[in-house]
């Protein structure tokens, strides 16, 4: 008999939910056979049989499992008696007296979870506060920044707190109401959101004369069209921003604060924020330097695909260097900050191509105006250095050779 468990894939994730069974508890199963769909804060995964045999479910639909947790068991019929649908914590006798016995030897020390935001990390930090001492009265016992503080100043903890205002005004209306759990994609936003908040970022903003760029693209689009390739703007923004990381190649880097170092990346993966029924993701075109405009266009419909059918797997989403957010795709929008996505130390914001006044040998004239708007680490590199790389950017976006090359 196997023991199918939830293990650890990686990317920080600590746990999944169960989404779907593709097989009913009792079913015979093959091996490799995906037999369960568990969502994570990635993407959602089809974990297989380990072997043949007859499936014992463990974890119901809609329950949360964390890594080690059992999912199923797969074996013959004489080695599932006694194990019920539903029941991940049971086993078979003789598994649960090897695990009793082995408890009995060494029984490591059970560490509490800290549940805190990187600003209240920060502050535990600069105040020299082991978190591990300090009690969370927060939300499932998250600590909070008065937690901290009042054990610097040796005030008394658990003390219960004044309800807010916003709790008091829930109270009120509680017939008027609904709680609604976060999704697993949305913890995952959540908690990538709070630690980009920690970075010091800036923004540099600026316009793209993307006359020629629209010109091309309307020229080659019915050529990609009978290749079964959608062109649009994209692919070629890509190869421009590939292109200033290698003149400008601290912007493709990521910071470790422990050792206050810059590690500077060879490789360029370029990340993609998409838009899923489920929350946002980043997904990823890797080696987006050696890939010619039309197969990264066919591999940007092929991913967004993937999305919307929510087939994406881990490997496709992981491992960027750089961001760019289309914004204009969404069709609005002239201008926005968008937010880095760590470990990387800068995004791209990219908008809606508009009519605009631009100016042309010293004529104005109706042209295609990008907006563009560059988020950065400033720990990392500074304004100018942005200045930099946002005007290397526009210089290939602007220039009818590069552009004319790459189409």
Sequence with gaps: MKVLKFVDIGEGITEGHVQ??????????????????????????????????????????????????????????????????????????VQKQAVQAREEKAAPPVQKEIIATPAVRHLARQLGIDLSKVTGTGPEGRVLENDVKALTLGQPQNVKQVPKFSELLEEKHAE???????????????????????????????????THLYD????????????????????FIIKAVVGALKENPRFNSSYDRDRQEIILK????????????????????????????????KEIQELHEKIEKQTITLDEMRDSTFTITNIGSLGGGFLSVPIINPPEIAILGVH???????VEDGKII??????????????????????????????????????????
Excluded: C
């Excluded at 920690?198 to 793209?208: F, G, K, T, Y």
């Excluded at 191509?353 to 631009?358: E, L, S, T």
């Design 20 to 93: 779907k069974w593709l097989v009913k508890d009792g079913d015979t199963v093959k091996e490799d056979q995906p037999i369960v769909q568990i969502e994570t804060d990635k993407a959602v995964v089809n974990l297989p049989s380990p072997i043949n045999g007859v499936v014992r479910i463990g974890a119901r639909e809609n329950t949360t499992v964390k890594v080690g947790d059992v999912i199923a068991y797969v074996g013959e019929d004489s080695e599932l008696q006694g194990i019920k649908e539903g029941a991940p914590q049971t086993q078979p006798a």
């Design 176 to 210: 008027e109401v609904e709680r609604v759990p976060l999704s697993q994609t949305r913890k995952a936003i959540a908690k990538n959101m709070e630690a980009s908040l920690a970075i010091p970022s800036a923004a540099h903003m600026d316009l793209v004369n993307a």
């Design 216 to 235: 091309i693209v309307k020229r080659e689009r019915p050529n990609a069209e009978k290749r079964g390739v959608k062109l649009t703007f994209l692919p």
């Design 266 to 297: 060879k490789y360029y993966n370029i990340g993609l924020a998409a838009e899923a029924p489920d929350g946002l993701k980043v997904v990823v075109i890797r080696g987006a330097d050696r890939k010619p405009i039309l197969e990264i266009a």
């Design 352 to 358: 809606l191509i508009r009519d605009m006044p631009v």
């Design 366 to 407: 109706v042209g295609k105006v990008l907006p563009i708007s560059l988020v950065f680490d400033h720990r990392v590199v500074d304004g100018a250095e942005a200045v930099v790389f946002g005007n290397t950017v526009i210089k290939y976006l602007e220039d009818p050779e590069f552009l004319e090359m790459l189409g």
